[in-house]
Every structure is written in structure tokens, then in C-alpha cells.
């Protein structure tokens, strides 16, 4: 076991109870947590993988299959988009833009699903296309809700980032319009 015991020779003493969690710590730590699922991001995100996949799986099924590809693409980029704000990878790598290609990701995912679910349902007359047509409209709309949000998130960073900018120039100006009154 890492790390060492510092007394090797000491026998543990077994626990009276099972732990709760203790059950299989390498597999539950690539679990996301349950309070960032709760929150309103994990559900966008399981959301749009949910609808996602279940989109691919009714392009599979029908004739209008040319289109399973964006569904699969936008499930796997949720999937890594969930999995990367769960285990917190943009605190930790900070050369990225998160905000950017999250927002960039709904952006066109919002955009081909609304064309692909129009030509899905408008073109072809099987049931498997309707559905996926109808899925790809749900998925729409949530990838449209989350680039609002996450538009609305950098407005608010933006200004607020302007605010202090404006305040540290009108400080400076005030200071140079003092100099020159002397």
C-alpha cells in the first residue's frame, strides 16, 4: 500500500462496520460528483449527451442515416465537456478558454441540430427519422439554453473586468488632471 505504513508491525484493527464509500475508491473517483450533476451545468451537459446519443440511435435506425455523425460527435464532446468540468480540468489547465469552446461547442451543435432535424423530418417519411428529427429539436433547445447561459457568464466577466479597467484609468486621469493644476 502507498503511501508506507509508518509502524509496519502494528495489525490494524478491522473496522466493526463497513465503511460507506469505501467500497472501490479508484473506480468512484472517476465518477463526476453528485453536487456538480446537480447543479444546473451537470444537467445541461447530461442532458445533451442523454439527448445526444439517443439521437444517434434513432439516425442508426432510420434511412436518414447520412446524419448519425454530428449526434455522435456532440455526444462524445458532452461526454468529455461533463467528464472535463467534473474533475475541474479547466481550473487546472488554464491555457485553455473553456468558456470559448464551450460556448463555440453549443454554438454549432445548436446550429446543425436545428438543420439536421429539419431535413430529418421534412425529407423522409420513416419513423426512426421522425424521431431523431424530434430528439435532434429537444437537443436544440438545450444546447441553445446552455450557450445563453454561458454567453450571459463571459457578459458578466467582461464587464465586470471593464468596470475595474474603467476606474483604474479614471484614477489615473484624475491624478494627471491634480499634476497639472499645480
Do not use: H
Amino acid at each position: 500500500m502507498w503511501p508506507p505504513d509508518p509502524d509496519p508491525e502494528a495489525e490494524p484493527e478491522p473496522p466493526s462496520r463497513p465503511q460507506p464509500g469505501a467500497g472501490v475508491p479508484g473506480l468512484r473517483a472517476l465518477l463526476p460528483a453528485r453536487a456538480f450533476l446537480c447543479s444546473l451545468k451537470g444537467r445541461l451537459l447530461l442532458a445533451e449527451s442523454g439527448l445526444s446519443f439517443i439521437t444517434f440511435v434513432c439516425y442508426v435506425a432510420s434511412s436518414a442515416s447520412a446524419f448519425l455523425t454530428a449526434p455522435l460527435l456532440e455526444f462524445l464532446l458532452a461526454l468529455c465537456f461533463l467528464f472535463a468540468d467534473a474533475m475541474q480540468l479547466n481550473d487546472k489547465w488554464q491555457g485553455l478558454c473553456w468558456p470559448m469552446m464551450d460556448f463555440l461547442r453549443c454554438v454549432t451543435a445548436a446550429l446543425i441540430y436545428f438543420a439536421i432535424s429539419i431535413t430529418a423530418v421534412a425529407k423522409y417519411k420513416d419513423g426512426a427519422s421522425k424521431a431523431a428529427g424530434v430528439f435532434g429539436f429537444f437537443a436544440t433547445i438545450v444546447f441553445a439554453i446552455d450557450f445563453y447561459l454561458i454567453f450571459n457568464d463571459v457578459a458578466k466577466f467582461l464587464k465586470q473586468g471593464d468596470a475595474t479597467e474603467e476606474t483604474t484609468a479614471d484614477k489615473a486621469e484624475e491624478e494627471d488632471s491634480d499634476s497639472d493644476s499645480d
